[in-house]
């Protein structure tokens, strides 16, 4: 699991320096204005598909059924691989026309085209991943960043809003080459010939098989992200420019997600599903309970580097060109909210895997309504009730997020390293204390440093203290690694599995 993490998280690092690399670029040529808020928000909506049926909708409920049949045969394997592909195709490429015409014009019905393209590329990555193969389809994405880059400087001397035309446009063709990337290595990986794969199979037996799952795991993908567009909404109604301050804060608080809860997750849904589909019980509660561990330890620094420096990291990425100092702040506040969520959102994406590969559909959909319901409910009492910014979106984010792994590790049945996260969470608070009675007007901060050196200074100077903190504290307590499993507290180094991940 470890060698397959690293490749992921090799690749994904190449792309997520592709996509720091875009958001400046988004925030010098456009900065924060009300049109880059609803350009984001029109971004959101109409990757709606992507979200659904890409990013965790056809590769969570594909991977297990892949790895059934591939135990089987591995012909019978391609062959659902092969039939799932013309499946989609069939439904997306009218169904994204019919949607194109309806809103042509818009921002949006030129982003549209290319949610076909990364629908497809979300397959062809779940099925390299089942061969072994993570660097690549983790670093495609560096394309899609590149071409957005472009865009932003093809179209800057633009009028903003035809400027933003040509930016979804791009994103359109990013996501075609994108996906583009991966055909020679599927190709290669295939063991039909090219006649079998145009021998047209769209709802088939094995892919209508796949549809309750799938049904089930849409269900809840769709919930969390319909939530995700309305809380842009809810924030550009508490604040005109309030989406292009969440979007802005939330593609940072995603970095460490991208490169160390995703690649974990990433790595692990294959050898999750062959371990239960072979009956290794073993095999599979000792992967759950290292990819807890390993994703805890990793995403625990980010959440103290987020909520302790985000205003001068903000304006360290962010403050320069028509981003104004202004706009780093509540962009800095905002981030400080989401990161409060981190650390359960990255668990979350680990637990799901878990529960995907026993085939329990039910249990991540129930976690996912509850986090949404939760959401809602707070950004509605938040914004229209107590008039509250932008951040408070942020805030419910967050708690929602806990709410949501709550559930779902009260439902895990596999070890869990409960006090290895309260030893974590407990280090972060104390010393997030400290540091905010050390700088107590940071995130109220009208003004910043103009030149690049005199920011970076200033961050790193944030940031000495609370991390020479950390580090001793983890030092501390790092020979003490205990996990709670079933009603023992037991030494993790006595958990000794019998092979090798």
């Known amino acids: 699991m470890i060698r397959q993490a690293v490749h992921f998280f090799l690749g994904t690092l190449i792309s997520r320096l592709g996509g720091l690399l875009r958001e400046l670029s988004m925030s010098i040529c456009f900065g924060a204005s009300a049109l880059v808020g609803d350009f984001f928000i029109s971004y959101r909506w109409s990757n709606i598909f992507r979200r659904l049926l890409g990013e965790g909708g056809v590769s969570n409920g594909f991977i297990p059924v892949y790895e059934r049949y591939r135990q089987l045969e591995q012909k019978k394997a391609d062959l659902f691989f092969r039939d799932l592909f013309w499946s989609l195709v069939f439904v997306l490429v009218p169904t994204i026309f019919l949607i194109t015409l309806l809103f042509f014009g818009s921002v949006a019905s030129y982003m549209l085209p290319g949610v076909v393209f990364i629908v497809l590329y979300a397959l062809f990555m779940a099925f390299l991943q089942c061969h072994g193969h993570f660097f690549l389809p983790s670093v495609a994405p560096t394309i899609f960043n590149l071409i957005w880059v472009g865009g932003c400087f093809l179209f800057a001397a633009e009028d903003q809003s035809q400027a933003l035309k040509g930016i979804a446009l791009s994103i359109s063709v990013a996501f075609l080459f994108q996906w583009l990337i991966l055909l020679p290595k599927t190709i290669k990986c295939l063991k039909i010939s090219f006649r079998d794969w145009f021998q047209f199979r769209p709802f088939s037996i094995e892919v209508k098989e796949l549809l309750k799952p799938l049904f089930l795991t849409l269900t809840g993908v769709a919930a969390t992200q319909l939530n995700g567009a309305i809380d842009l909404l809810f924030a550009k109604w508490a604040d005109p420019k309030g989406a292009a301050f969440l979007s802005y804060a939330i593609k940072l608080e995603q970095v460490p997600m991208g490169l160390f809860g995703v690649a974990v997750s990433q790595a692990i849904a294959p050898l999750l599903a062959r371990a239960y589909q072979g009956k290794d019980l073993d095999q599979y509660h000792y992967l759950t309970e290292k990819s807890l561990r390993l994703t805890l330890k990793l995403l625990a620094p980010f959440t103290l580097l987020f909520f302790v420096a985000a205003p001068p990291f903000v304006s360290l990425i962010y403050g320069r060109g028509a981003f104004l100092d202004a706009d ?18 990255g668990l979350i994406l680990l637990l799901a895997p878990s529960f995907y590969a026993a085939q329990d559909f039910k249990t991540p959909m129930k976690g996912t309504f509850i986090a949404v319901v939760t959401n809602t409910i707070l950004n509605m009492i938040l914004v229209f009730v107590w008039n509250a910014g932008s951040w ?17 590790a009260r439902k895990l049945n596999a070890p869990y390293p409960i006090r290895s996260l309260a030893k974590h969470l407990s280090l972060v608070a104390l010393i997030t204390l400290v540091s905010l009675t050390l700088f107590p007007d940071l995130y109220w901060s009208t003004t910043y440093p103009k030149p690049f050196m005199e920011k970076a200074s200033q961050f790193f100077s944030v940031l000495l203290v609370p991390f020479v903190l950390y580090a001793l504290g983890a030092f501390w307590f790092k020979d003490a690694p205990i996990v709670e499993k079933g009603e023992k507290i037991v030494d993790e180094k006595k958990l000794q599995p019998n092979f090798d991940v």
Do not use: D, E, N
């Open 328 to 345: 780093v702040t509540i962009t800095a506040q905002a981030l400080a909210f989401y990161t409060i969520g981190l650390i359960p959102s």
């Open 392 to 408: 408070a979106i942020a805030l419910t984010t967050s708690i929602s997020f806990w709410l949501q792994w709550a559930y779902l």
